[in-house]
């Protein structure tokens, strides 16, 4: 089925441990961005791509590292993960940039202990 | 910079009333209008939207019309069903942008 996944949908980290958080669409979108949500903050930017190669910070990109080396993948790296970074990650795709609909995947449940 | 600004939740109804939830924005120019919903255990997926002023979107039974005196897009529906509980974000974006801004979400329950 189209969309987007993500994986692992699950991951319980120890504090300083690094993991990467993966994400691929199969929609040929160019835009893909990441984003956490946290109880009563909504969704907050993390970092976003506008198509292979690029890609720039959101609202809180402090902590984590994205790199887009194909137009299908978006890998989100926690370099030391900290208690602070517990919470849901969304990945979400677009055609482009712009007034698009995003197509977001499934979420991934992270906790650091 | 641009915003947008949701009434806080929870907000539970029974079946069949009537709801709104309202959401307002502050941006410059005309920015399109976005509502998703997230049902339990799931990503969020496009509710309904609408790209200029006085248009109105809808979909399964809901509605939101873009009113730029006002700047809100309040989201609207008849009569809702126990299957209608979810999370329920606003959102806007530019044309011109690289960022989708979204509101804090409303979380809406519906007693049988």
């Known amino acids: 089925n189209a969309g987007v996944t993500q994986t692992p949908k699950f991951q319980v980290l120890k504090t300083g441990q690094s993991m990467t958080l993966q994400c691929a669409q199969d929609?040929?979108?160019?835009?893909m961005s990441w984003y956490r949500q946290d109880p009563g903050m909504g969704l907050r930017l993390i970092h976003y791509?506008?198509?292979?190669?690029?890609?720039d910070q959101g609202e809180v990109p402090n902590g984590y590292n994205v790199s887009r080396s194909t137009t299908e993948d978006f890998p989100l790296r926690l370099l030391s993960a900290a208690p602070s970074q517990t919470s849901v990650y969304f990945c979400?795709?677009?055609?482009?940039?712009?007034?698009?609909?995003?197509?977001f995947g499934a979420g991934s449940r992270l906790t650091v202990l | 910079g641009d915003s947008v600004t949701q009434m806080e939740g929870p907000v539970t109804l029974s079946e069949e009333a009537f709801l709104t939830i309202n959401c307002t924005y502050t941006?410059?120019?005309?920015?399109?209008l976005f509502w998703y919903v997230q049902y339990p255990g799931e990503g969020l997926q496009l509710l309904l939207k609408?790209?200029?002023?006085?248009d109105k979107g809808s979909n399964k039974g809901f509605e939101a019309t873009y009113r730029k005196e006002t700047t809100s897009f309040h989201l609207e529906k008849g009569s809702v069903q126990v299957s209608d509980s979810a999370v329920y974000f606003c959102?806007?974006?530019?044309?011109?942008?690289?960022?989708?801004?979204f509101g804090s979400g409303t979380r809406l329950s519906i007693r049988p």
């Open positions: 979400a795709s677009s055609y482009s940039t712009g007034a698009n609909v995003l197509t």
């Open positions: 929609m040929n979108h160019e835009y």
């Open positions: 791509s506008v198509g292979a190669g690029i890609t």
């Open positions: 941006a410059t120019g005309y920015p399109s």
């Open positions: 609408a790209t200029k002023a006085d």
């Open positions: 959102a806007l974006s530019h044309s011109s942008a690289s960022k989708i801004i």
